[in-house]
Structure formats: C-alpha cells, structure tokens
C-alpha cells in the first residue's frame, strides 16, 4: 500500500529557506523515480524536480531552476525537496510521487497523493 507523507511546509519570508521531506511506508521511494509537485492557489498541480532511484537529477522546472533541490535518501525511504531563495510565487501545496516520463515530461505515475505541506511565502 502506499502511503506518502510530505512535511516540513510552514510560513517563510521571501528570500528564505525550507526542507521538505517525503516519506513513503511502502516500497514506492525505495523503488521508484520520484518527483515533487506543487499546486499554487487556483492553479493546477504541475510537476517541479525529479530524479532517478539511484538519485540522479532529471528536470527542475524553469520557475525553481537554481534554487530548488531534489534528492533522496533510500536507506530512510525519503525525499527531499531543499528550497532556497523563495519568492511569494512559491506559495502552494507540495507533493510528492513516484514520476513516469510521458514525451520528455514527467507526470505523476500514482494516482493516489498524500495529503501534501503547505508553504506559504510572505512578508
């Protein structure tokens, strides 16, 4: 079964930092591609990093290139998303998934989802 838990949102000031971890109870981080997701407000969920099982990058969307970091720690079934920098824009719900490459894009390969972090960036 598959149970993903996301944590480490919280409220920042732009320009700051955040953690965010994903833990899988299941075998689906041990196994698997993974990727972070946001949903901003009122906007779609859109895939935002990924990497590989062993931890190899494959993409960073354009709007956290430079500033975010996906990895990934097999032996404790977790992934983590290191947010630098952070802009007012990065305000959303984030999520983790294992991804499937789909045309050279990766989209999420479980429809199921946890329940997310928020983080929300303001001054």
């Known amino acids: 079964q598959v149970l993903l838990v996301e944590s480490g949102g919280g409220l920042v000031q732009p320009g700051g930092s955040l953690r965010l971890s994903c833990v899988d109870s299941?075998?689906?981080?041990?196994?698997?591609?993974m990727g972070w997701f946001r949903q901003a407000p009122g906007k779609e969920r859109e895939t935002i990093a990924a990497?590989?099982?062993?931890?190899?990058?494959?993409f960073y969307a354009d709007s956290v290139k430079g500033r975010f970091t996906i990895s990934r720690d097999n032996v404790k079934n977790t992934v983590y998303l290191q947010m630098n920098s952070l802009k007012p824009e990065d305000t959303g719900v984030y999520y983790c998934n294992a991804v499937i490459n789909k045309g050279g894009r990766y989209f999420n390969r479980l429809d199921a989802w946890g329940q997310g972090t928020l983080v929300a960036v303001s001054s």
């Open positions: 299941g075998r689906t981080v041990r196994t698997s591609a």
């Open positions: 990497l590989t099982f062993s931890g190899k990058e494959l």
